[in-house]
C-alpha cells in the first residue's frame, strides 16, 4: 500500500480503530480475542490489523500456547503517538462544550 508510511491512526477505518482500542484496553490477544472482544468479523479483523501492523502500531507474535494463532499486541511507539495526538490537539480532544 503507497503511502502506508504518512498514514496516521486518525486516518484509518473505525474498524481499526476499534481494533487498536481493543488492544490497548485488554492488552495482547489473538486474532479469534479481538474477534471476541470487538465484536467484528475476522475478515474485518484481518483486514484492520494489516492497517496497524502497515503503520507500527500493532505486532505479530507467536503465540507460544498456541502455535497455529498469533498473538497482536500494540508497539512500544503506538502510545508515544497516541499522547503525541492529544498534546497536538491542546489536550481538547474530549472536550466538552459545557459553558
Do not use: W
Amino acid at each position: 500500500m503507497a503511502g502506508t508510511e504518512e498514514e496516521s491512526l486518525d486516518e484509518l477505518p473505525p474498524s481499526a480503530k476499534l481494533v487498536f482500542k481493543v488492544l490497548e484496553y485488554n492488552g495482547p490477544l489473538t486474532q479469534k480475542g479481538i474477534v471476541e472482544e470487538s465484536m467484528l468479523s475476522a475478515r474485518t479483523v484481518r483486514y484492520a490489523l494489516e492497517r496497524l501492523e502497515g503503520i507500527d502500531i500493532v505486532d505479530e507474535d507467536v503465540y507460544f500456547a498456541d502455535a497455529r494463532q498469533n498473538l497482536y499486541q500494540l508497539t512500544d511507539a503506538a502510545p508515544q503517538q497516541e499522547q503525541a495526538k492529544v498534546q497536538a490537539d491542546g489536550g481538547k480532544e474530549n472536550a466538552c462544550c459545557v459553558e
